[in-house]
């Protein structure tokens, strides 16, 4: 699977947008970007994942790039609760692709 | 809600005991992942089942580690002669099929070895 790349961490003020970029240049045709976040003693959340097209859902935006070697997650309005590591994971789709494979993440602090 | 249930949500032992682990996946769900966070760093891939099938153990530890899913639903890491490098947080995950579907985590077993 192709490695990503992260800020260690960001800060965001409650009720902006957070914006939350990953590199993965060495991303291949059949690999999928995943998005999950871990909230202080809680199992990783799952958010959003996407193939080259952007996606939405109801809890955040996924833009990737136009020669997928990069994609922010936006949180359109951030909230105290969106406190919480925020891993990029690239993952293929096919047989034995089934691992995800979990980076340092970036530490999102929303500030009141 | 109807998410993924590990129990129980800490477990402390001392070393040299056996422990096991459980993890009730989303129901429906045919695939499950069992993965270890150590303080501090991303979750580890230990082991895959598609039903009741170990299709990938690689990530086990040593063989003192060992997964069942008997009936293709419930599943149990158990921890043979427990060390203290095992100390960690144990998470399962489920998801509808392999692919590209997302996995569900659960929140976790803390374990602490003393």
């Known amino acids: 699977d192709a490695k990503t790349t992260q800020p260690p961490s960001m800060d965001c003020a409650e009720g902006r947008a957070a914006n939350l970029p990953c590199n993965h240049s060495t991303i291949s045709g059949n690999e999928y970007v995943y998005w999950y976040r871990q909230i202080h003693s809680q199992g990783p959340q799952y958010i959003i994942h996407g193939l080259k097209n952007n996606e939405t859902n109801e809890m955040a935006s996924l833009i990737i790039t136009e020669d997928r070697k990069s994609s922010t997650l936006i949180l359109p309005h951030a909230t105290l609760r969106d406190t919480a590591v925020y891993y990029c994971i690239v993952k293929g789709s096919g047989g034995s692709n089934y691992k995800l494979t979990f980076g340092k993440g970036t530490l999102l602090t929303v500030n009141p | 809600g109807a998410g993924v249930s590990q129990s129980p949500r800490y477990k402390v032992a001392k070393r040299g005991q056996d422990v096991a682990l459980r993890c009730d996946p989303i129901s429906g769900h045919v695939s499950l992942f069992w993965y270890q966070q150590a303080l501090g760093q991303g979750p580890e891939f230990l082991t895959y089942f598609q039903n009741e099938a170990q299709l990938d153990k690689s990530g086990l530890p040593s063989d003192r580690f060992f997964a069942e899913r008997p009936e293709g639903s419930v599943s149990t890491l158990k921890i043979q002669r427990t060390q203290q490098e095992d100390s960690a947080v144990y998470l399962c995950?489920?998801?509808?099929?392999?692919?590209?579907?997302?996995?569900?985590f659960g929140d976790g077993t803390r374990l602490s070895i003393l």
């Open positions: 995950a489920s998801s509808l099929y392999g692919g590209n579907q997302p996995q569900h």
